[in-house]
């Protein structure tokens, strides 16, 4: 099947750029993936995406499909499970066995947050039980928390939510956190921060939102509960850059390498763009910017004589 833009992945940056694209007059089509609407369809409050001052991640997705739909982009339920972009026209095969080919392809397959799947987890994930502090923390304000981890990001987790909740407990399993130098000096200094070393969660506790997390220290073996309004889980992201493994630029955490200013990536005409190539900030906003910067990048790519 012949389209002239295609895109991989309907988050914030898929659509987006799928608006974009068709709206600049180009045959438009939008694979919507495993999780048509990405990310946010996981969270029931969005405050942080200008324009929308209170809206749910499912309804927020909702409209971006619409509007995607009236500018007339082709939207397909189906995933890729290969591509080819050695040479053009790219080639995309979906696992029903449709192939697309295209000159100018945009990769917006997003990225994975690990969960822990413990006991309790599935019930209270967008209740008390969230991956991302910088947008779940302000539901937290006043209250105690614990952020699960022993990286820089949960560090950063932790710091940010000292700034708006009463107590940050800070739980990881080793002896000591391999945060770096400087970012375990603030988290030492910081008298909101707590941390519980050599612990670990073993289940999330509430029926109808987070009340406590059940936590099992491994030196004194006692398992106890800890009262705490929200959970912060961070234990990494996978890229979903499986697809392109030996044909692009993949930097040593997975994540697509880009342009800055075209995102466009290692293969001219192959352009990534949202939580797939984006290693630091991971938010909705930043992905539709960069999905609109590459469908302006694919629109010029295609009008080069
Ligand atoms: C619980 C939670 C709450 C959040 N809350 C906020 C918030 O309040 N504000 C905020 O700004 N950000 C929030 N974020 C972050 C935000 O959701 C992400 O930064 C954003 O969704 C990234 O957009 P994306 O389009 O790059 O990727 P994603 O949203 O990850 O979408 C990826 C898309 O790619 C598709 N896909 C994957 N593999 C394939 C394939 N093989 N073939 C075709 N399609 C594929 C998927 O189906 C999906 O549609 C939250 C994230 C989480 C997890």
């Given at each position: 099947m012949q389209t002239q833009i295609l895109i991989l992945g309907a988050g914030p940056a898929g659509y987006t750029a799928a608006l974009y694209s068709a709206l600049a007059g180009f045959k438009t089509t939008l694979l919507m993936g495993p999780m048509p609407g990405g990310q946010l369809i996981l969270t029931h409050k969005v405050e942080n995406f200008p324009g929308f001052m209170d809206i749910s991640g499912p309804d927020l997705t909702d409209i971006f499909h619409e509007q995607a739909e009236q500018a007339g982009v082709r939207l397909v339920y189906e995933t890729a499970d290969q591509a080819d972009v050695r040479s053009s026209p790219f080639r995309v095969h979906t696992t029903i066995g449709t192939v697309f080919q295209s000159k100018a392809l945009i990769i917006a397959t997003g990225a994975t947050a690990r969960w822990l799947h413990l006991p309790g987890e599935d019930k209270l994930i967008g209740h008390g039980v969230s991956v991302c502090a910088t947008c779940d923390?302000?539901?937290?304000?006043g209250k105690p928390v614990a952020v699960i981890g022993s990286g820089n990001t949960a560090a950063y987790e932790a710091l940010f939510l000292a700034q708006l909740c009463s107590l940050v407990y800070l739980i990881?399993?080793?002896?000591?956190?391999?945060?770096d130098g400087i970012i375990s000096e603030k988290i030492i200094k910081n008298q909101k921060i707590k941390t519980l070393s050599q612990t670990e969660v073993s289940a999330f506790v509430g029926e109808k939102r987070l009340e406590a997390l059940i936590i099992y220290n491994k030196v004194s073996g006692q398992q106890e509960t800890l009262s705490v309004s929200g959970a912060f889980e961070a234990v990494g992201q996978v890229p979903n850059t499986q697809l392109f493994i030996n044909q692009l630029n993949i930097d040593i955490n997975g994540y697509l390498v880009t342009?800055?200013?075209?995102?466009?990536?290692?293969?001219?005409g192959v352009f990534a763009c949202g939580d797939v190539q984006a290693p630091r900030f991971r938010q909705a906003i930043i992905a539709a910017g960069s999905g609109c910067r590459a469908a302006l990048s694919a629109k010029h790519f295609l009008m080069q004589p």
């Open positions: 923390g302000i539901f937290h304000k990881y399993p080793g002896e000591t956190p391999v945060f342009d800055c200013e075209t995102q466009m990536t290692s293969v001219p």
